[in-house]
């Protein structure tokens, strides 16, 4: 399983992009990157995820780097409802889903 | 799209006793299904892997015997905590991915399951 490194936590203010960052250097070429989030006292909620090409979708962008080693989550104008505990997951397609410590997204008004 | 269902959401059992918590898909089926637990402040732990019709497969360190994992069907896993103890209270998540892997990447998770044990 890749190991990934992601900041415990990030701030954001309303209404600005956030950027949230993780390295995965261990990823495996077939590994997909995903990203979920989770609010307090719920499953997991899905966000992106992408091979090798950036990836854009309602909720959110990601960036991935050319050697696949590290990826960026985007959130374009981060909301209040955004704030939650992200988490970056690298696995292969139908594999097991091993989630690390993820980045608590606190988000001001 | 793809909905998993987790069922109770809240449960408090008596120390001794054996929960069982039900995870279905809805409106998909689901191949494989996981099963975690999480503690306060922390992230999930992965507990096991269950294949519709074979024996689950536990990570290292889980349990088998008092975890009990059922998935009979392509739309039901079942997981029973037996003879629970308070240090088994945590928030108990389930996952399935399905046959036919969707725009989420396969993966769609549960509500969970709050389990304390008195």
């Known amino acids: 399983d890749a190991k990934t490194t992601q900041p415990n936590s990030m701030e954001s203010n309303e209404e600005e992009p956030v950027h949230l960052p993780c390295n995965h250097s261990?990823?495996?070429?077939?590994?997909?990157i995903h990203w979920y989030r989770q609010l307090p006292s719920q499953g997991p909620e899905y966000v992106i995820h992408g091979l090798t090409s950036n990836v854009n979708n309602r909720m959110a962008s990601l960036a991935i780097a050319e050697d696949r080693k590290s990826s960026t989550l985007i959130l374009h104008r981060a909301t209040l409802r955004d704030a939650a505990v992200y988490y970056c997951?690298?696995?292969?397609?139908?594999?097991?889903?091993?989630f690390g410590q993820g980045t608590e997204l606190s988000v001001k008004p | 799209g793809a909905v998993v269902s987790q069922h109770p959401s809240r449960v408090i059992c008596k120390s001794g006793t054996s929960v069982k918590i039900e995870c279905r898909s809805l409106?998909?089926?689901?191949?494989?299904m996981f099963w975690y637990r999480q503690f306060p402040k922390q992230s999930l732990m992965l507990m096991a892997t269950s294949n519709e019709g074979s024996k689950a497969t536990y990570e290292q360190g889980v349990e088998k015997d008092k975890f009990l994992i059922n998935h009979a069907s392509l739309t039901l896993s079942t997981l029973t905590v037996t003879s629970a103890h308070p240090e088994d209270s945590s928030f108990y998540i389930c996952?399935?991915?399905?046959?036919?892997?969707?725009?989420?990447?396969?993966?769609?998770f549960g509500s969970g399951t709050r389990l304390t044990v008195v």
């Open positions: 261990t990823i495996s070429g077939t590994d997909y």
């Open positions: 409106d998909f089926q689901a191949t494989t």
């Open positions: 996952s399935a991915i399905a046959r036919a892997l969707s725009l989420t990447g396969g993966y769609t």
């Open positions: 997951i690298p696995s292969r397609q139908g594999g097991k889903l091993i």
